[in-house]
C-alpha cells in the first residue's frame, strides 16, 4: 500500500499474570482508512485497544504511533499525540453537562494553570472561548448542540454513544478507536452511525479502528478487517476475503463447520 | 456593637466555612475522601502561630507561611496516597493526621501536651471575612476553568478522564495542594483567635466534623459548604447544655443525611458549577435583576 502507516503493532504481547491476552501481535493501520477489528468474546480485541492508548503496557513488543514509540506511555502522554477513544460500556462525566464532557476533551489541547485559572487572564479567556466554539462543532457535529446544557446521563443511549464520540473528537485525534460503537443501537442507529464514522473519515481526515460484533456495520463500513482470535490475529484483509477465510469460519462457527 | 459572644461564633463559623470549602475541593468535586483534612489546618495553625511568636512577622505572612506549609505537607502526602482510591485513600489520609497529631502533641516547639499558649490575639472579624471571601473567590475561579472541569472527570470517571488525557494523579496532588493550602489559612485564623493551641483541637474528630458540614451542606455545593459550616458551628452552640450528646446528635445528623438526602442541603449543584447556576444564588440574581431593571425603569420615567 502506498499510503504511510499511522500505528505500527510488532510481535506485541499481553499478558495478565499467567493468561496470555494478546499473543505477537503485527498489526498496522493506514492514514485514513477504516479498519474493523472483529473475533469472538474474549478474543483480546479490547485488551489491543488498552494497549494503543496506554491503558495497559504491552509485555512484550513495540508500539509505533506517527513513528514515535508509545509502548510504556500512559494514557495522558498518548491522547495528546492524537489517540483518542470510546469505550465499549460507555464512559460519560455523567453529573456533568453535554458542552462539560466535550470541554473534557479539549483539555489537552488547552494550557490554562492555576494562576491563569485564579485571575482569569485575557489569555485564559480566549483559550476557554475557543475551547467552547470547538466543543460545539464536535457537538453539532454529532447533532447534538441542543442538548448542550442537559446532564449527559440524561441523554438517551444512542445519544449517549454519540456524545462519547464527539468527546474524543474533541481531543483533536489523528487515529479514533472505537469499541462496539453500534452495540445496544437499534438498525435505524446503526445507519446513522455507518454515515456518521464515514463523516469522521472523510471530513476530518481521521483514521479509525473500530470494534464491532454487528457485522452487517462492520461488513458495510470497513475498508479492512482484522479477526483475533484467542489472543491471536488470525486473519486480515478485505471484508470479503476475511468472510470467506476458513480459519475464520472456523473461529465463529466452531470446528466442524 | 455585636455582642463578643456572637462575634466569636461568627469568627468560628467563618473558619469552619474556610475548612469546609477547601475540603468540598478534595471530596466534594474531586472525589477524593480524605478523613485528615484537621491535620492541615493543624500544620497551618502551628506553623503561622510560631512564625508569629518566634519571627514576629506581620499576620499577613504567618498566615501565608501556614498556608504554605499545611499545602507543602498536601502535595507531599499526596505523592504516594493518591494512587489509593477510596476506602483505601480515605484509612491513608486518617493515618497521616494521626501522625500530625502525634508529632505536634510530642515536639517540644508545639509545647507539646501542654500545647502552644501566649499567640497573639490578631484574628480580627475583617481578617475571616476577607479570608472567607478570599477563599471562596480562588475556589470558585478554579472550579470553573478548565481544571475544575478535570477535577470534576476524575471524580466521575477516572479512566474515561485519563483518557482524555488528563494526568489524573498530577491533578489529585494539585488539589490536594490547593485544599490544604486553605485549611493551613483557617488554621492561621484560628491559632491567632484562640491564642492556644493544642494538639487535641485538631484530633479525628475535627476531621469527621468537617466531614459532616460538607456532606450535611452538599458534595460538590460551595453554597452547601458555608450552609453546613454555620448549621454545624451554630447548632452545638445551642445544645451546650447537652454537650456530651453532640457527637451523638453529629452521628445522627449523617445517618438521616445519607438516608433522606444523600445530596445535602443544598444538593450539588448543577453540572460544573461552583456558586452561580444555583438556585439560591439565581434567586439572589433574579431580585438584583429586578430591583435593577425597577431603578432603570424609574429613571427614565
Known sequence: MSRHSILTATGVSHSFGGLVALEDIDFKIYQQEIVGLIGPNGAGKTTLFNLFTGHYKPTEGEIYFNNQRINGLKPYQITPKGIARTFQNIRLFKQMSVLDNVLIGQHCRTRTGLVGAVLRTPRTKKEEARAREHAMEMLSFVNLEEKKDEKASNLSYGEQRRLEIARALATDPLLLLLDEPAAGMNPHETIELIKLVRQIRDQMKITILLIEHDMKMVMGISERVAVLNYGKMIAEGTPQEVQNNEEVIRAYLGETA | ?301
Not at chain 2, 268 to 284: L, R
Open chain 2, 1 to 301: 456593637m455585636i455582642s463578643p459572644y456572637y462575634l466569636q461564633l461568627i469568627i468560628l463559623v467563618g473558619i469552619n466555612t474556610i475548612m469546609a470549602l477547601s475540603l468540598n475541593l478534595i471530596i466534594g468535586y474531586t472525589g477524593q475522601l480524605s478523613i485528615g483534612h484537621a491535620a492541615f489546618m493543624s500544620l497551618g495553625a502551628y506553623c503561622s502561630a510560631l512564625l508569629t511568636l518566634h519571627f514576629n512577622l506581620p499576620f499577613i505572612v504567618s498566615l501565608l507561611g501556614g498556608a504554605l506549609f499545611a499545602a507543602f505537607f498536601g502535595i507531599l502526602i499526596g505523592i504516594p496516597t493518591l494512587k489509593l482510591k477510596g476506602d483505601y485513600l480515605a484509612i491513608a489520609t486518617l493515618g497521616f493526621g494521626e501522625i500530625v497529631r502525634i508529632v505536634c502533641l510530642n515536639l517540644e516547639i508545639t509545647g507539646g501536651a501542654v500545647g502552644l499558649r501566649g499567640i497573639p490575639k490578631k484574628t480580627t472579624l475583617l481578617w475571616v471575612v476577607l479570608a472567607v471571601l478570599i477563599t471562596a473567590f480562588i475556589l470558585n475561579r478554579i472550579i470553573k476553568s478548565r481544571i475544575g472541569r478535570a477535577l470534576i472527570a476524575i471524580r466521575e470517571d477516572e479512566t474515561a478522564a485519563d483518557a482524555m488525557g488528563i494526568n489524573s494523579t498530577y491533578y489529585k496532588i494539585l488539589c490536594f495542594g490547593v485544599g490544604a493550602f486553605f485549611a493551613g489559612l483557617g488554621g492561621g485564623l484560628f491559632a491567632h483567635y484562640m491564642r492556644f493551641l493544642h494538639p487535641k483541637s485538631f484530633d479525628f474528630m475535627k476531621s469527621i466534623e468537617q466531614l459532616c458540614m460538607v456532606v450535611l451542606g452538599g458534595l460538590g455545593n460551595m453554597w452547601g459548604s458555608f450552609v453546613g459550616a454555620t448549621i454545624l458551628t451554630v447548632v452545638p452552640e445551642m445544645l451546650r447544655s447537652v454537650a456530651d450528646l453532640r457527637l451523638l446528635i453529629y452521628g445522627a445528623v449523617l445517618i438521616l443525611m445519607m438516608r433522606v438526602r444523600p445530596q445535602g442541603i443544598l444538593g450539588e449543584s448543577p453540572a460544573n458549577g461552583g456558586f452561580k447556576n444555583n438556585s439560591y444564588s439565581q434567586w439572589i440574581q433574579t431580585r438584583l435583576k429586578k430591583s435593577l431593571r425597577k431603578r432603570s425603569g424609574s429613571d427614565k420615567t
